[in-house]
């Protein structure tokens, strides 16, 4: 809220004890707690200014308290995590006289975002309330075990099979209490946990774990010289799921030296993974009171199994099934003599579509009754202070259909010319209009654009320095959370360079977005976005950034 001198968020001014706040104007009075539960003092507030002599009397009453006495000029939460990413990969191959060829892998990655909060309060603790907060972790590991084999039978016919063996591994810690706890104040009107981002209690804290295991096969036939034909199996089960089977089929036709068609047919599975299915987060965003006017309120994503979650629809998640057919020509000539070693002209253009039955996503915003509150605490689950809650859902199904063009072509004597296009167009042919609203459709069917290109030129300058260059486009996307804006279509340019310094080291320097192009405003007037100083979407496909400069180095290691 703003009060012509000072800056309160809602969030924040329930914390520091203001309330009655009306279209951004502070009036009435000042919430004030007794430590002892008993009568406390009105204290009206006139021009986003408490009554002096009303004030004083809560500040020399050691049994009364209000955040006046700590932040008379409002916070701001800052939140944020530290975070670390490991991964190992090892394995051995080898082959046979016979040609018989076999890969023996394993791999292991952890994933730690350690979060942490400051600047902020538990106001129901009141006085004895920390200003930073440990909320808590998540940690997600995988480990990957696969055996491959490959084994030629003739000239015609490929075959391949192999076996996979995977662990996941998602655990919440729970964070330090007063990041969670209800304090004494909570009764007197006190907003309870670490503001901003609650804690992870006890009832979001847990470790899940899952395996599954495969074993899948791969063949490829070539009955005539312009003609090859494949087909694969996959059989894999899921500890939480079950077992699932899937194929692919595929054909690839030369009509002549410069033209192929190509096509495929295919089934497809996913199966939520165990963080998906157990994830429990709180933040404070915006949301919209009974009159329409933006608030600031706890908003939560929480398991759909979870009995909250229960009372508004929410049951246990299934795996994702999906149909695919690809369809496509392909068209190679050669436009510089063969012996030149310089890469032929090549154009592939493929339509592509997809059903998906079960797609899972998170659920429209709901809101729990008083009755259905008083009903889960009956049960000893406290969820007052989950005020708007979302969680996973996938009652519902898509078709998704477009086109990809590709076109690489040699120029200025080992340079390249590369034209990619994509078209993309998502359809939600059903769903469950208790689940998901309009909003949550618009972002599905219009949320990414449907039109995506660039070009690209590279070329060796000499035969230790190239250059890149490349122009993207993004067409336009629509955001229902911010007054169902579009956004325009934009342009980005890319420049990048190389230079190999011998021995297998290379450098590369390069400039993203060189022309230093941002998103769209959001439109002021028409949502929360410019409230809280947010000028872009939340959905940009290119980010906010601007122009980004970067330097890396690399080494081959078998040069």
């Excluded at 979650?309 to 994702?320: D, F, H, Q, S, T």
């Excluded at 979407?537 to 980004?548: D, H, R």
């Amino acid at each position: 809220m703003w009060d012509g001198t000072n800056y309160y968020t809602k969030s924040e001014a329930e914390a520091l004890g203001i309330v009655d706040g009306v279209n951004g104007n502070l009036v009435a009075t000042l919430l004030v707690g007794n430590m002892s539960g008993g009568d406390v003092p009105v204290v009206p507030i006139s021009c986003s200014v408490p009554d002096a002599a009303a004030l004083r009397q809560v500040f020399d009453d050691p049994n009364l308290f209000t955040f006046q006495e700590l932040f008379p000029g409002g916070f701001t939460p800052r939140f944020g995590a530290d975070t670390e990413d490991r991964a190992f990969l090892a394995g051995i191959k080898g082959s046979t006289q016979s040609l018989l060829t076999w890969d023996l892998s394993a791999s292991y990655g952890r994933h730690h975002s350690d979060f942490f909060i400051f600047n902020t309060v538990n106001a129901s603790l009141g006085p004895n309330t920390p200003t930073e907060f440990n909320p808590g972790d998540y940690i997600q590991t995988d480990t990957n075990f696969n055996f491959d084999v490959t084994y030629p039978f003739s000239e015609e016919f490929f075959f391949a099979a192999g076996l996979e063996y995977r662990t996941e591994n998602f655990e919440v810690v729970p964070g330090q209490r007063e990041s969670f706890e209800i304090g004494s104040l909570a009764s007197q009107g006190f907003s309870s946990a670490s503001n901003g981002f609650p804690g992870f209690g006890d009832i979001a804290a847990g470790n899940w774990s899952r395996y599954n295991w495969a074993i899948y096969g791969d063949a490829e036939f070539s009955p005539q010289e312009n003609w090859l034909l494949g087909a694969a199996l996959r059989f894999e089960n899921f500890e939480d799921f079950g077992a699932t089977t899937n194929f692919k089929v595929a054909t690839n036709i030369g009509l002549n030296e410069n033209v192929n068609v190509r096509g495929s047919f295919s089934t497809g599975f996913r199966a939520p993974t165990p963080g998906q299915q157990n994830a429990f987060n709180v933040t404070t965003e915006f949301g919209e009171d009974d009159n329409g006017n933006f608030i600031l309120v706890n908003r939560g994503t929480i398991p759909s199994i979870h009995p909250a979650a229960a009372l508004v629809g929410g049951e246990g998640l299934k795996p994702e099934k999906s149909v695919n057919i690809s369809a496509g020509l392909i068209f190679t000539k050669h436009v510089y003599p063969v012996d030149t070693n310089i890469a032929p002209l090549n154009v592939t253009i493929d339509y592509f579509n997809i059903s998906v039955k079960d797609r899972m996503t998170t659920s429209s915003d709901k809101a729990l009754t008083s009755q259905q509150i008083d009903q889960l605490e009956a049960t000893g689950i406290n969820a007052r202070n989950l005020q708007e809650f979302a969680f996973f859902t996938n009652d519902f199904e898509t078709k998704t259909q477009g086109i990809d063009f590709v076109l690489t072509a040699p120029v200025w004597c080992y340079g390249e010319l590369s034209v990619a296009y994509n078209y993309t167009n998502t359809e939600v042919t059903k769903y469950d209009s208790n689940l998901l609203d309009e909003q949550r459709i618009t972002l599905l069917e219009k949320g990414l654009p449907r039109h995506r290109g660039n070009l690209t030129l590279s070329k060796p300058i000499t035969p230790y320095w190239s250059a890149l260059g490349r122009v993207n486009y993004y067409g336009s996307w629509d955001e229902w959370s911010v007054g169902h804006q579009v956004f325009g279509d934009a342009f980005l340019v890319d420049l990048e360079s190389s230079l190999s310094i011998g021995n297998g080291m290379t450098i590369t320097a390069g400039i993203q977005n060189i022309l230093d192009v941002e998103p769209d405003n959001i439109e002021e007037g028409v949502n929360p976005g410019p409230i809280v100083g947010r000028p872009f979407g939340e959905y940009s496909p290119y980010g906010f950034g601007g122009t980004f400069l970067y330097a890396k180095a690399s080494y081959n290691f078998s040069y």
